[in-house]
C-alpha cells in the first residue's frame, strides 16, 4: 500500500476504532485521492479529505415502541448528516437488524461522492436502524416509523436534510414516517423522498436506482462497441433495486437468470421475463415471502445459503448489500467469462474483488457512479415538490438517462488511464471529490 494511504488510514482506524465498513470505504477512496490530491496541493493544504472523513453530524437516538403483544421494544436510531458543502444532506434510511454505526458511515461517506457526481445540489447524509421490518404486521412497522420520526423530525427538513429509502424501507416505510412528520411539523413539504404518486412522489423513483445501474452497464459497454443485446445477467437481491434492474436488463435485450434474498437463490437458465417477474413483484411487495417459492412457482432450481456468482454470466450486477462478491466469487464471475460488473448495491465488492475485476481488465462499475440514478431521481422529485408541479413518466426518465450518460462522461475523464483503460473506481472518486472540495474551501474552515 501507498504510504502515504497507510498513515491516513492509521490516523481514520485510531479516531474510528470498529468501524470496519467505514474503514474499507474511506480507504478505497483514499487510494484514488491520495495521489490526486498530492498533485493538486490546494486540496492538501486545506485537509478536505481528513475533513470529509469527518461527519458535519451525528445523532443517535432510542426508538422505543409496542409490539402488538404490547411489550415494548427498544432500537437504535442514526442519522450521519456527512457533508452539506453542495446541498441539504440527502441519503436514504436503512432499516436491518445489521446496521450499527460504522455501516451508516460507510454509506454517508460514499453517498457525498455519489450525490456530487449526479450534478445536483446534494449534500451526502445516510440513517437507518437496527429495527428488522422482517415478520412485523403493518401496525408494528407504522408504530415503530412514528416513534423513529418523533426524533428524527427536528433534524431534518426540505432545505436541512432528506431522507430516502434503503434497505428495509420502501413505499410503505416512507409513507409511514411522512405522516408522522407532517402531524409533528404541520407542514406538507418535500422532506423525504421516495414518496407515492398521489402525495408528492415522483414518476419513475421507485424504478430508478435498479434503471439507472442498467443504463450505466450501457455506457460502459458502448466503450468497448458492445450492448446489452443477448448478454446473459446474474442478479443478486430480489428488492427494490433487483426488481427494477431486471426489467431494464429484459427490455434492453439482456437475459436474467438469477435473483436472491438472505436464504438464498434462484436459476432460471431461460430467464426472468415480465410476466415472471411481476410475480417477483408480489411476492416480494405485497405477500413479503421468500424467493424460494419462485423456484417451487415455476419448476426451477434453489440454492440454500449461497450466492448467485456461481453461475456462468457476461454481466453481474450485485444488489443485495456490501461485501457480496468476495475475491473467490470475483474470479470464478471472471473464469466464467464475465465482462461487466455494474453495481445496484453499495460496496457489494471486497477490496480483492475489485483488484480481481481491475486486474482482468473487465469493465467495473463502483456503485457511487452505478446506483446514483436513485438519488438523482429524489433530486427531481425534490425539484418537482419545490415547483409543486409533476413531470411526466417520459420527461424523469429521459432526465435519468442523460445524468446517467454524464456520470459514466465523468468517470472517463478522471479514470481514463495512459493505456487507455478506464478505472471507473478513479473516476468516480476524483470526479465526486472534486465539486465538493472546490465547494469547501470557497466556504472556508466550516
Ligand atoms: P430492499 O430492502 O428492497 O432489498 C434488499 C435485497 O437484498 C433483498 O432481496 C434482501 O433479502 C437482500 N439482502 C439484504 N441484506 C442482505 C444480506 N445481508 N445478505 C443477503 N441478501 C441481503 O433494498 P434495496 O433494493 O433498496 O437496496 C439494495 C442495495 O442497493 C443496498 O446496498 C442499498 O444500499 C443499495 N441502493 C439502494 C438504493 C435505492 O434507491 N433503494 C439507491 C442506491 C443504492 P432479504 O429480503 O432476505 O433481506
Known amino acids: 500500500m501507498d504510504p502515504r494511504v497507510q498513515q491516513f488510514m492509521a490516523m481514520i482506524k485510531a479516531k474510528n476504532p470498529g468501524e470496519l465498513e467505514f474503514h474499507q470505504a474511506v480507504q478505497e477512496v483514499s487510494e484514488s485521492l491520495i495521489p490526486f490530491i498530492e498533485e493538486n496541493p490546494r486540496y492538501k493544504h486545506a485537509k478536505i479529505l481528513e475533513r470529509m472523513a469527518e461527519p458535519e453530524r451525528t445523532i443517535i437516538f432510542r426508538v422505543p415502541w409496542l409490539d402488538d403483544k404490547g411489550e415494548i421494544q427498544i432500537n437504535r436510531g442514526f442519522r450521519i448528516e456527512m457533508n452539506s458543502a453542495i446541498g441539504p444532506y440527502k441519503g436514504g434510511l436503512r432499516f436491518h ?34 429495527f428488522d421490518p422482517k415478520g412485523k404486521s403493518d401496525n408494528e412497522v407504522m408504530r415503530f416509523c412514528q416513534s423513529f420520526m418523533t426524533e428524527l423530525f427536528r433534524h431534518i427538513g ?71 443485446a443477448g448478454k446473459t445477467v446474474c442478479i443478486s437481491g430480489s428488492g427494490n433495486v433487483a426488481q427494477y434492474a431486471a426489467e431494464k436488463m429484459t427490455e434492453l435485450g439482456a437475459t436474467v437468470v438469477t435473483l436472491s434474498d438472505s436464504n438464498g437463490f434462484i436459476y432460471d437458465p431461460k430467464g426472468i421475463d415480465a410476466q415472471k417477474l411481476r410475480y417477483v413483484m408480489e411476492l416480494k411487495n405485497i405477500k413479503r415471502g421468500r424467493i424460494k417459492e419462485y423456484a417451487e412457482k415455476f419448476g426451477v432450481e434453489y440454492y440454500e445459503g449461497k450466492r448467485p456468482w456461481v453461475i456462468k454470466c457476461d454481466i453481474a450486477m450485485p444488489n443485495a448489500t456490501q461485501n457480496e462478491i468476495d475475491g473467490e466469487d470475483a474470479r470464478l464471475l471472471v473464469k466464467n467469462g464475465c465482462k461487466c460488473v455494474t453495481e445496484g448495491a453499495n460496496m457489494p465488492c471486497t477490496p480483492e474483488a475489485v483488484e480481481v475485476f481491475l486486474n482482468a481488465g473487465i469493465l467495473y462499475g463502483p456503485g457511487k457512479a452505478a446506483n446514483a440514478g436513485g438519488v438523482a431521481t429524489s433530486g427531481l ?16 426518465d429521459s432526465r435519468l438517462r442523460t445524468i446517467m450518460k454524464n456520470i459514466h462522461t465523468t468517470c472517463v475523464k478522471y479514470g481514463t488511464r495512459h493505456d487507455g483503460f478506464i478505472n471507473y473506481v478513479d473516476g468516480a472518486n476524483i470526479g465526486g471529490f472534486v465539486k465538493v472540495a472546490d465547494a469547501m474551501i470557497a466556504q472556508g474552515v466550516v
Open 97 to 130: 437488524p445489521t446496521v450499527n454505526l460504522g455501516i451508516l458511515k460507510f454509506l454517508a461517506f460514499e453517498q457525498v461522492f455519489k450525490n456530487s457526481l449526479t450534478t445536483l445540489p446534494m449534500g451526502g447524509a445516510k440513517g437507518g436502524s437496527d
Open 158 to 228: 426540505p432545505d436541512t436534510d432528506v431522507p430516502a429509502g434503503d434497505i428495509g424501507v420502501g413505499g410503505r416505510e416512507i409513507g409511514y414516517l411522512f405522516g408522522q412528520y407532517k402531524r409533528l411539523k404541520n407542514e406538507f413539504t418535500g422532506v423525504l423522498t421516495g414518496k407515492g404518486i398521489e402525495w408528492g412522489g415522483s414518476l419513475i423513483r421507485p424504478e430508478a436506482t435498479g434503471y439507472g445501474a442498467t443504463y450505466f452497464a450501457q455506457e460502459m459497454l458502448a466503450t468497448r462497441g458492445d450492448s446489452l
Open 381 to 396: 422529485e425534490m425539484t418537482q415538490n419545490s415547483m409543486r408541479l409533476p413531470w411526466s413518466r417520459e420527461e424523469v
